[in-house]
């Protein structure tokens, strides 16, 4: 994460732990005692959503790239040039600061070092941490050392993995109204409690006042938090 990146969230866990605090339990004590939690867990909390944007980004540039160099493999040239001019292409299309066009660069490099590509690619695929990636960088070695068509390989392999993130695409189509509602859902508890406060002025004031209702409004909030967790495994669904 970036500096940026902590204080965006770290605001944004601060917020939830305010109105956690105000919604729920109506003390400042409850608030001050949320706050570190929410500052520091909420990023942390982000950190899978994000690196599975960024591995999500990568797969699609490493994807192109690939389909890039077994272009260049079909119009003669050799593997080492073919990822020479796929890093070139690279950096017209997606531009220089690109994840796959630093990597693509990172290649070149070894290559002229007289690193062996399939080395380069398997180092690349376990830092990746992408399971497409690793399964690509696996046939190209098995191919590099066969003999095989490496053409036809990889552009099949690349477009393998293309198919597959068509559908996970698709899915993401399908349910994005659920996800939309998921997120209606989440505030919800919230906003009933501030319009029941703020329409019937002192209704709810007995759930704060007494042990009971204290109770009662924890295990609404582990409900709350519960169900939110239920929520995001049912949509994560995964090709």
């Known amino acids: ?15 939830i732990c305010a109105a956690i605090a105000y919604a729920f339990y109506r003390s400042i004590i409850v608030f001050i005692v949320l706050l570190p939690a929410g500052i ?4 942390k909390s982000k950190i899978t959503e994000l690196k599975s944007k960024r591995q999500s980004r990568l797969t699609e540039e490493f994807t192109e790239g ?8 079909g119009a003669g040239l050799s593997l080492e040039n073919a990822f020479i001019s ?3 292409e690279q950096c017209r ?5 690109a994840l796959m066009s630093r990597e693509f660069e990172n290649f070149i490099k070894n290559i ?3 690193k062996p590509i399939e080395a380069i690619l398997k180092e690349f695929a376990e830092r990746s941490m992408v399971d ?16 095989g068509r490496m053409k036809e390989i990889i552009e099949n392999t690349a477009s393998i993995i293309r198919d597959k993130r068509a559908v996970n695409e698709e899915i993401l189509n399908m349910t994005a109204s659920r996800r939309y509602e998921q997120n209606i859902m989440n505030i919800l508890p919230f906003v009933i409690i501030i319009y029941i406060d703020l ?10 006042g007494c042990f009971a209702g204290r109770v009662i409004m924890t295990v609404s909030l582990i409900l709350t938090g519960v169900s939110y967790m239920l929520s995001q495994k049912i949509l994560d669904i995964k090709v």
């Not at 520091?40 to 990023?43: D, I, N, Q, T």
């Not at 497409?132 to 003999?147: C, H, L, M, Q, Y």
């Open 1 to 15: 994460m970036t500096k940026e990146d902590k204080l965006k969230y770290g605001s944004i866990g601060a917020v």
């Open 40 to 43: 520091l867990v909420y990023p």
């Open 66 to 73: 690939m389909l890039s160099v077994g272009s260049f493999l």
């Open 86 to 88: 796929a890093y070139r």
């Open 93 to 97: 299309i997606n531009g220089k600061d």
């Open 112 to 114: 002229r070092l007289n």
């Open 132 to 147: 497409d990636i690793k399964s690509f960088s696996e046939v190209f070695i098995i191919a590099k050392r066969k003999g």
């Open 199 to 208: 329409t019937s002025d002192g209704f709810i004031d007995i759930m704060y």
